[in-house]
């Protein structure tokens, strides 16, 4: 069983960054594929940043294109979303999520394991 646990949320000016990380429970992190979705108050979760299965290559959102950036530590079992120019319409409780599986990874049924999400806002 693979538990993900996110950090880093809170409270932004419009502008602002943050870097949200997600650390995971086994040191086989590195064979999973990993991403980040986002879910808004009344609103279906969506996708933000993911890896491909490889890890070599990075998806994102074209709402969020240019702006955030995943990342990865190996060593520490850990995914990172760095968030730049954040925007009131980025609020939302982010999550991270690892599959096990070559599937679409844009799609939240891709995923085999979420996290409890971390609570993103960002004040105009």
């Known amino acids: 069983q693979v538990r993900l646990v996110e950090s880093g949320g809170g409270l932004v000016q419009a502008g602002g960054s943050l870097r949200l990380s997600c650390a995971a429970s086994?040191?086989?992190?590195?064979?999973?594929?990993t991403g980040w979705f986002r879910q808004a108050p009344g609103k279906e979760r969506e996708f933000v940043a993911a890896?491909?299965?490889?890890?070599?290559?990075?998806y994102y959102a074209h709402s969020v294109k240019g702006r955030f950036t995943i990342s990865r530590d190996n060593a520490k079992n850990t995914v990172y979303l760095q968030m730049n120019s954040l925007k009131p319409e980025d609020t939302a409780v982010y999550y991270c999520?690892?599959?096990?599986?070559?599937?679409?990874?844009?799609?939240?049924?891709?995923?085999?394991?979420w996290g409890q999400g971390t609570q993103v806002t960002v004040s105009s």
């Open positions: 890896f491909s299965w490889n890890g070599g290559n990075t």
């Open positions: 086994i040191r086989t992190f590195s064979s999973y594929a």
């Open positions: 999520a690892a599959r096990v599986e070559m599937r679409d990874a844009t799609r939240r049924e891709s995923y085999n394991y």
